[in-house]
């Protein structure tokens, strides 16, 4: 356990206390696959596709919401997270719904399972966000099948580069483009990772993947994310 996995671990547990596992019942309620907090569906963006019979592991779960949405489309859907609170909300939607996920604690950027083991690697706000991608992305690449495929959704390179140490995300550059990758907040327990289009492009290569799309998402006046989509060279 790094520095960054130990307070991204306390902050998820307090925030599991605050908030995530109050909101558990209607995210795993949910008919529709949204991305982020603020949508859209997939459905809209068609980057899913079907899932059905498709080994799928989403790493950085949570509360596992996403993990049950896609259960329910007929996926065998394999949850990581470090943070036990999160998954204990996770095991109770669990018992309450019926969809049946398998869970494991642990790092998402050294997983204790087999190579090649699933078809689509997942993560949205997970591992995306709160795992160090020169780590995280080669072992998602290990874990794929020939051919699987890779999505998950982070903050946009702008949003970030507008993004200051403490307030409102605003409309003058904040911070330099080059070298981006760990982020650490004032006023914010939690460590969060980033890289520029250009690293983030030749680290997917580097680790086996091609890159399939890039869909850059606006969801309002402050929120902008943005989701990519690889898939591990044959």
């Known amino acids: 356990m790094t ?14 206390a605050e ?4 909101r558990a019942r209607e995210a795993w309620a949910s008919e529709e696959i949204t991305w982020g907090m603020f949508g859209p569906s997939d459905a809209e963006l068609g980057i899913l596709g079907d899932v059905s019979g498709k080994d799928v592991i989403e790493l950085g779960c949570g509360t596992a919401y996403f993990g049950a ?3 329910r489309r007929g996926a065998r ?3 990581v997270d470090i943070t036990p609170a999160q998954l204990g909300t996770a095991r109770r939607m669990m018992r ?4 049946e996920l398998q869970l494991i604690e642990a790092n998402a950027e050294d997983v204790p399972l087999p190579d090649e083991s699933f078809d689509l690697a997942l993560s949205e706000y997970g591992a ?10 080669p072992e998602a690449a290990r874990l794929l099948r020939p051919g699987g495929e890779l999505v998950f959704l ?7 580069l507008c993004a200051p ?7 003058r550059l904040e911070r330099g483009q080059f070298g981006m990758h760990r982020f650490e907040w004032p006023d914010d327990d939690g460590i969060e990772f980033h890289l520029a289009h250009g690293d983030m492009i030749r680290l997917l290569r580097e680790s086996g993947f091609e890159v399939e799309g890039l869909w850059e998402i606006q969801a309002g006046p402050s929120a902008e994310d943005q989701i990519w989509k690889a898939r591990k060279r044959g």
């Open 69 to 71: 949405w896609l259960a």
């Open 165 to 171: 140490d403490k307030g409102k995300i605003g409309e």
């Open 19 to 22: 908030y995530t596992d109050s």
């Open 77 to 79: 859907v394999t949850g």
């Open 96 to 99: 309450e719904t019926g969809v």
């Open 128 to 137: 995306s966000i709160w795992c160090d991608p020169y780590k995280w992305i």
């Open 3 to 16: 520095d960054y996995l130990e307070r991204n671990r306390e902050a998820w547990t307090k925030a599991n």
């Open 154 to 160: 982070c903050n946009s390179v702008l949003l970030m």
